[in-house]
């Protein structure tokens, strides 16, 4: 048996470990520049003495660029970008495991994958607010503190709850619009009389041959 061949694969071990962890505080650094600067007003500015890399200003949207690939001209406010990596996530796993691709048009249709995006809350659905981020982020501070206690940290989804608005859409998610008592994101609730639309209304019912 070789031993020190053991010593070295022991040591490789360990130091992907710590790139891991590495990776995940450089992106969770990147994400925290994110929420303090206030990213989706102040990058989302067009002037250009401020947009090119010769501004110092231009150095933490350079930072969130390539840990993330946020462009908020390009992808919208924080949250929704990151629902669409979510979702783009999800999509991946769905056609890789469960051979199911809602843009098939030989499979059934999926419904709920073409909705629209529900408030950015806990609820209804914990899964996409924690999301596999937080494992990851999770993982990583876990290898790099002395504890090695593991605990899922949603960074992306806390910061989107941080920025403008956020707060709102979590409360909404949990108790629903103010104007409804029962959160329509957490059971079915049937549409309003202004909500309700009639399809092929152009369309007269045939009846008879």
């Not at 989706?40 to 949207?61: F, K, L």
């Not at 990596?85 to 048009?105: G, Q, V």
């Not at 999770?138 to 790099?144: D, H, R």
């Not at 639309?197 to 008879?208: C, K, L, S, T, W």
Request: hydrophobic share 35%; aromatic share 10%; with cysteine.
């Amino acid at each position: 048996m070789n031993v020190p061949h053991l010593r070295r694969g022991h040591g490789a071990t360990t130091a992907s470990v710590r790139g891991l962890a590495r990776r995940g505080a450089t992106a969770g650094a990147a994400l925290g520049a994110l929420a303090l600067l206030g990213l989706s007003s102040g990058c989302a500015s067009s002037n250009p003495t401020t947009d090119n890399h010769w501004n110092i200003q231009w150095v933490p949207r350079s930072i969130v660029y390539h840990t993330t690939g946020y462009i908020p001209e390009r992808d919208g406010s924080w949250r929704e970008f990151q629902w669409n990596e979510k979702r783009a996530i999800n999509l991946t796993l769905r056609r890789h495991f469960l051979n199911s691709d809602p843009y098939n048009p030989r499979q059934p249709e999926a419904k709920n994958y073409f909705k629209e995006r529900p408030p950015h809350s806990i609820l209804p659905d914990p899964f996409m607010y924690f999301h596999l981020s937080s494992v990851i982020y999770g993982a990583a501070l876990s290898a790099a503190s002395t504890t090695h206690v593991f605990f899922p940290v949603p960074i992306d989804s806390i910061i989107g709850t941080l920025q403008p608005g956020g707060f709102e859409e979590f409360v909404e998610g949990i108790t629903g619009p103010s104007e409804e008592p029962i959160s329509p994101y957490t059971s079915d609730v049937p549409p309003s009389v202004d909500e309700f639309e009639v399809h092929n209304a152009d369309q007269p019912r045939f009846i008879g041959n």
